[in-house]
């Protein structure tokens, strides 16, 4: 794991994160822009284990996701979630 000066000596503690977007588009749009702005510094802070993402994204989103060894699960069933 690569951290920075300031950072090293802390204890490696997992991080959880979860985000929600409306549709691909949006997840897309933030994935792109978050990469850009603070892709090297989070990169150095933290080490990806897993990424999962819980939907059906359409193939523009797929794309840079499956570089990071993405886990996909579809909804189950027909039911309209989260209102």
Do not use: I
Request: overall charge positive; hydrophobic content about 35%; cysteine-free.
């Amino acid at each position: 794991m690569r951290r920075s000066a300031a950072l090293r000596g802390l204890k490696v503690r997992p991080v959880y994160v979860h985000e929600r977007f409306g549709n691909s588009d949006a997840a897309l749009a933030h994935l792109v822009k978050f990469a850009a702005t603070f892709g090297r510094r989070y990169e150095s802070l933290a080490t990806r284990k897993r990424f999962v993402v819980f939907g059906d994204p359409n193939d523009a989103l797929r794309t840079p996701l499956d570089s990071y060894g993405t886990t996909y699960h579809r909804p189950f069933g027909p039911f309209r979630y989260w209102g």
